[in-house]
């Protein structure tokens, strides 16, 4: 009896808990979001991970499969890719964010005025995931439906 008990008390636990994550779907629905990054990450890049973590708890909430993501990132904000060359708590969380289909965008301007190289200075950037300018960007996106969060 103890065990019937306990295998009806996990199923009902089992569907109360898809309920509620319908139930968070069912209220966010879909989004497009772009998030804006351009300020120095501080002391051991708390900042950075702060808004990574942002960021995850987005997708927490709607689903990946709910949430289309970009990060734009120009002037002091490319010290996140710059920290992540050295930091592998920041690689791990890029890669994992990438995973889950975060676009990374990279200002163009920021790195010919600051002689950066995306191959050498930041982490996993690749020539696709520049653009021209990080505020034009910001802009188009804003134009294509994307809210705008700054962490």
Request: charged residues 20%.
């Amino acid at each position: 009896m103890k065990y019937i008990i306990a295998l009806v008390s996990a199923a009902v636990l089992a569907v109360l808990a898809v309920t509620a994550s319908a139930q968070d779907t069912e209220r966010y629905g879909k989004q497009k979001v772009v998030y804006h990054i351009n300020y120095d990450g501080g002391t051991e890049s708390k900042a950075y991970k702060g808004a990574m973590r942002n960021i995850q708890n987005h997708i927490n909430a709607v689903g990946a499969e709910n949430l289309d993501v970009k990060v734009v990132l120009h002037g002091n904000g490319l010290g996140l890719l710059m920290a992540a060359k050295d930091d592998s708590t920041l690689q791990t969380v890029v890669g994992s964010l990438k995973g889950q289909n975060v676009g990374f965008q990279v200002c163009n301007n920021t790195l010919k005025g600051r002689k950066i190289s995306y191959s050498d200075d930041l982490y996993d950037v690749w020539e696709e995931d520049i653009v021209p300018s990080g505020v034009a960007e910001l802009s188009r996106l804003q134009q294509m439906g994307y809210t705008y969060i700054k962490p």
